[in-house]
């Protein structure tokens, strides 16, 4: 370690071998260190292949092809119990990314209005928020999605008599049933439209403030945003015909048939996960807008912006170069949290990957899916949010 | 403060009390409930809400409760109130598993010494090498009352461990053993040995890449077959070795951050006197570092008891574990808001005022940092 000076050390005539020299002191322990771990691992996989042998398991992933013959209760692709075990799994990949992209947008809308609300001049609304995050941060998530799921599958009444406090949706034990438009071609056009939209609203405005710079003349950023993202879908609705059906659900035997249904597992938690990371992304939020100068409000007010602007083109982009770091890890957080779905039986990634390995005995590579797939999320989301911090991190001299 | 101004000051004339707008009970409520339209209507809306939650909550929590002696049928004919019959009748259960019931002193002494060490760690009057012994002299009594078998103590096996001693157990000896291990990691972090250094940041990121469940599964399902044929190791300290293996990266982490903190002159100055490597970490800067790293590593610490709750699903019967079990019963089932309710408020207990406590030492630390 105190090779640090070595850079200093006066050139050698020959090479001599002495522990007195910092690098080669510093190779040693390296080599030393390097070894000890080689050995370690030498150590644990021999004994795994030797143990493995004796259960007579094979290794490797061959048995992503075979049949899984297990059933999961909700998936996003079409999925039976005939199907691959490599299928299976991308099932619960897809139901992990599902719930940890709603969990994610949902965390942060109530975290910031909670943040903000701790902040509040009102001081009811402010000690209410630090209630909550006082109250929500300091209980195991595991139990609260425990919590959460006894609310649904043990105080909402049986399927017989579900609650229905909305035309159309029914509240029962087996989870929530709403209405969604009837499949209709239309439907795909729309969405399609959406993305157009979106993608059109996003060139738009980067055109617009580049005009704006260079000559000053205003662009209309609302205007043309809502005429895209909700305009063009509207436009493609009406001209398809605008379909007006819906699939509603109703009692039919001993379910509900037709409609869309939110299970309790994915209730629980989706819940569970938002209220709990929200309380976390409140507090950082909440440091976020502490960190930034009241000088720097006082100065943009000063200088005639109005108080819109002078929270999106002052605060804010100042608030955000202190409120992403943590946040990103709050995401991270949440993403890796939501491996807790196995304890309420929702069929995420560890949840399929535990059936595959209980079932098969392929204990090594049941873990080694989940850990990998795992990190390739960390990756991506850490990836993404190191690209947009660096967008919006202030450019010093 | 005034002390001096009100020697200089000519005699006091007759005080005039300020207008009644401005200060009082009255100008309090109008300056932070209803200073403006929408704070006003805000206040309307939450006094209304409270008036519409906190009413039937206090009914049902005290005033219609059943009594601690009430059997289960009175509980199910009356459910506006809590059946803390319940909990009275498995209060011994969730605390302590499935600990013999007459051995369960040995586990409620094992709280009390946890309790009383992690309360004695918080007072800095404390912080000396030598409690480091007081510490592991508690430890082994906690070994001697959990395992027994030595002073005429019956032997209990850990499978029958449970409870809250068991959470206390998991969290704290995690802690205690991955300290040291946290502390290497994070010098390798910062080592310019490259292989070292490789082999620190690819061990933290891999393990604060994964979620504990996945350590937990490892622990469960692959660790025997990592050990020779015929060596086997118990359940428990499977799962506590996935815990230490976890902690140590996040503790390094919140050590690594001391250690940034740290002026670079501090490393030169030690360098400067001929301090070998271990002597210029032992004796300068990790005192600093560690210092600085408190508050960061009382929070980890805060996760991680949290954290210990997942045991459940390796089938261990920790303290939501046991309430889980105790839920089971099937002449009291259905009483899941009086069990979640015990055991979120003990849990709740341990970790607000960690978290009290790692605020104020945070800014106790920062004071004298100033100076």
């Known amino acids: 370690m105190s090779s640090e000076h070595r850079d200093s050390a006066p050139p050698r005539a020959g090479f001599v071998f002495s522990l007195n020299d910092p690098t080669v002191r510093s190779l040693v322990y390296q080599i030393l260190l390097i070894g000890t771990i080689v050995l370690i691992g030498w150590f644990l996989v021999y004994n795994t292949l030797d143990n493995l042998s004796r259960r007579s398991i094979a290794t490797g992933f061959g048995f992503m092809g075979r049949e899984a013959s297990f059933a999961i209760g909700e998936s996003l692709i079409d999925y039976t119990p005939k199907d691959t075990y490599g299928r299976a799994f991308v099932a619960g990949v897809l139901n992990t990314v599902k719930v940890s992209v709603i969990g994610i947008i949902a965390a942060t809308i109530l975290g910031t209005l909670i943040g903000v609300a701790r902040l509040s001049s009102n001081w009811l609304l402010a000690r209410l928020a630090g209630g909550y995050v006082e109250i929500v941060r300091n209980i195991p998530p595991l139990l609260q999605l425990f919590i959460w799921y006894a609310v649904i599958t043990e105080s909402m009444p049986p399927v017989r008599q579900a609650l229905n406090p909305l035309p159309g949706v029914f509240v029962s034990q087996r989870g929530v049933r709403f209405p969604v438009p009837a499949a209709d071609p239309v439907w795909a056009w729309v969405g399609l439209a959406l993305i157009v939209g979106i993608v059109l609203a996003y060139v738009l405005n980067r055109w617009g403030r580049a005009r704006q710079a260079a000559t000053g003349k205003p662009y209309p950023v609302l205007l043309s945003l809502l005429g895209c993202v909700v305009g063009l879908p509207l436009l493609v609705y009406l001209a398809g015909g605008a379909p007006t059906q819906l699939d509603v659900p109703e009692l039919r035997g001993f379910n509900f048939v037709g409609g869309m249904v939110i299970s309790p597992e994915f209730f629980a938690i989706l819940t569970g996960l938002s209220i709990y990371t929200a309380a976390f992304i409140a507090e950082v939020v909440r440091s976020g807008i502490l960190s930034v100068n009241w000088g720097q409000t006082e100065a943009s007010r000063a200088l005639g912006l109005s108080s819109g602007h002078t929270l999106r083109l002052v605060v804010l982009p100042q608030a955000l170069r202190v409120i992403v770091p943590p946040l990103t890890s709050q995401y991270l957080n949440l993403t890796k949290n939501s491996s807790l779905a196995l304890a309420i039986g929702y069929p995420d990634l560890v949840s399929v990957a535990n059936t595959t390995l209980n079932q098969t005995g392929q204990a090594v590579e049941g873990v080694v899916m989940i850990m990998g797939t795992y990190l390739a999320f960390s990756l991506a989301i850490s990836g993404f949010m190191n690209w947009y911090n660096k967008r919006i991190a202030l450019v010093e001299r | ?371």
């Open chain 2, 1 to 371: 403060m005034t002390g001096t101004v009100e020697n200089t000051a000519p005699p006091a004339m007759a005080e005039e009390r300020p207008p009644v707008a401005t200060v009082g009970p009255l100008a309090w409520v109008r300056n932070n409930l209803f200073n403006t339209w929408y704070n006003a209507l805000l206040t309307v809306l939450i006094v209304w809400a409270v008036l519409r939650v906190v009413p039937p909550l206090v009914d049902w929590l005290v005033i219609k409760a059943h009594g601690f002696g009430a059997p289960p049928q009175e509980c199910r004919a009356d459910l506006g109130g809590a059946c803390w019959a319940f909990v009275a009748e498995k209060l011994r259960f969730i605390m302590f598993g499935m600990f013999p019931y007459d051995e369960q002193w040995r586990p409620l002494l094992v709280i009390v010494i946890f309790i009383a060490l992690l309360g004695a760690s918080c007072d800095r009057r404390f912080w000396h090498a030598w409690f480091g012994l007081v510490w592991l002299a508690g430890l082994a009594v906690v070994g001697v009352l959990m395992w027994g078998g030595v002073l005429g103590l019956t032997p209990v096996e850990n499978t029958y461990w449970g409870g809250l001693p068991l959470t206390l157990i998991l969290s704290v000896i995690g802690l205690a053993v991955a300290f040291p291990f946290s502390i290497l990691l994070a010098l390798g972090r910062r080592s310019t040995m490259p292989a070292v250094k490789a082999i620190c940041v690819t061990y933290i990121e891999l393990i604060r890449g994964v979620p504990l469940i996945s350590l937990l599964f490892m622990a469960s399902v692959m660790f025997p077959l990592f050990l020779p044929t015929g060596v086997t190791v118990d359940k428990l300290l499977r799962a506590q070795v996935a815990f230490i293996l976890f902690a140590a990266a996040y503790m390094a982490e919140a050590i690594r951050g001391g250690l940034q903190a740290i002026p670079k002159g501090q490393y030169e100055a030690a360098d400067g006197l001929g301090l070998s490597y271990w002597q210029k970490m032992g004796k300068v800067i990790l005192p600093q570092a560690l210092a600085i790293s408190i508050p960061p590593l009382v929070n980890t610490f805060i996760s991680f008891f949290k954290d210990t709750s997942l045991v459940i699903i390796i089938g261990l019967y920790d303290l939501l574990g046991s309430a889980k079990a105790a839920l089971t019963d099937p002449s009291w089932r259905g009483f899941y808001r009086e069990a979640y309710l015990f055991i979120g408020l003990i849990y709740w207990a341990f970790c607000f005022f960690m978290s009290k406590y790692s605020q104020r030492l945070e800014r106790d630390l920062n004071r004298s940092r100033r100076h």
